[in-house]
């Protein structure tokens, strides 16, 4: 299995990143509240395809996945890890319009299942101590919080043994 197949869930096909992505997911991302916890504007399709361009060429250790929810077939979000040795920082970012709808939970399971499959022992995410949702979905993917802050966000971390 290659580091970038595509992961399947019942609802969503995580698919790899490509530069194509860019101009759908401009519209995915565009909403300024998508930025509230982590700061900066939605991304021109121009500037996101610069960033795919990056992500995509980037080093081995850069996994990106975009979120195709099946019954719609529209990109709903995001999901990355970046791994090095047994360690996984991942992180996930879902549309304003497809929130609350369980879709970032279930792709992080995803994900940290991904990272298990590849036995890499920890996941770490860094969530705003405010951001309760991205919290409930840290810890829906098997996260539990630390006393570790870093520029302001709260380590959320999973290690097996």
Do not use: K
């Not at 795919?52 to 719609?72: K, T």
């Not at 879902?94 to 022992?121: F, K, N, S, T, Y």
């Not at 101590?129 to 539990?144: C, F, I, K, N």
């Not at 520029?151 to 971390?157: A, I, M, N, S």
């Amino acid at each position: 299995m290659s580091p970038m197949d595509v992961v399947e869930t019942p609802r969503l096909s995580l698919l790899p990143l490509r530069v194509e992505h860019a101009e759908e997911m401009a519209a995915v991302l565009g909403d300024p509240r998508l930025h509230t916890f982590t700061g900066g504007v939605p991304l021109t399709v121009p500037e996101l395809r610069a960033r795919y361009e990056r992500l995509v060429a980037g080093p081995p250790s850069w996994h990106n996945w975009v979120l195709r929810l099946r019954a719609d077939g529209c990109l709903t979000g995001y999901v990355q890890a970046t791994v090095e040795e047994d360690t996984a920082e991942i992180a996930w970012v879902v549309g304003v319009p497809w929130q609350g709808r369980g879709l970032a939970a279930e792709a992080a399971r995803a994900l940290v299942g991904w990272c298990d499959d590849r036995g890499i022992r920890t996941v770490v995410a860094h969530v705003h101590p405010d951001h309760a949702a991205s919290g409930a979905v840290a810890a829906h993917a098997g996260l539990r919080p630390t006393t570790h802050v870093h520029d302001g966000e709260l380590r959320w971390e999973r290690t097996r043994p």
